[in-house]
């Protein structure tokens, strides 16, 4: 969804728009200072509208959840079970069937603040140290330095594989 919309945009803005002159560059096989420089102008533009749309459209999906359900997720990570809640403080809890069960604290929506600041640090961290982010993915309980600073992070969906929607039994 996301590829397509940006994809949109960026054909409208060079086609309709005139972003990107390339009927110029096409037809001059030379590319002078000027002409370089008017077309990274162009790109920059054209990446800064793409980052806006990105952050936009991850904090639209992560702010909350639907259908009653807690935490927000994008279309992907719907798709493999996973959302994203607010959390302050994590503790493990001792299960011999399930090592994995943690209690999360306050577990509730993220809201748009929190969503918006999320995306828009997550997508800085992969777009200026995109190398080092992955080196920064390794924290307690599997989360990223985004999650950290902003007190979020990913679980498996509860109500995934459940029939009436109701959570598993304690």
């Known amino acids: 969804m996301l590829f397509l919309l940006k994809f949109s945009i960026a054909f409208i803005a060079i086609n309709v728009f005139d972003f990107i002159d390339i009927d110029d560059l096409q037809m001059n096989l030379r590319i002078d200072y000027n ?4 077309m990274t102008h162009g790109m920059l533009v054209l990446e800064t509208i793409h980052f806006v749309i990105v952050c936009t459209f991850e904090a639209f999906w992560l702010r909350y959840g639907v259908n009653g359900r807690i935490g927000g997720a994008t279309p ?3 798709m ?14 001792e299960r011999p069937d399930d090592p994995n069960v943690v209690l999360i604290s306050p577990g509730k929506d993220l809201g748009l603040p929190l969503a918006l600041g999320r995306s828009v640090v997550k997508n800085y961290i992969l777009a200026f140290v995109f190398p080092i982010c992955f080196a920064m993915m390794f924290f307690r309980f599997n989360r990223a330095i985004y999650d950290l600073l ?3 992070i990913v679980v498996e969906d509860p109500y995934r594989n459940l029939n009436n929607n109701r959570l598993p039994q304690q």
């Open 80 to 93: 493999m079970g996973l959302r994203v809640v607010q959390c302050r403080s994590i503790t493990a809890v």
């Open 76 to 78: 992907g990570k719907s």
């Open 35 to 38: 002409m370089a420089l008017e």
């Open 150 to 152: 902003c007190n979020s």
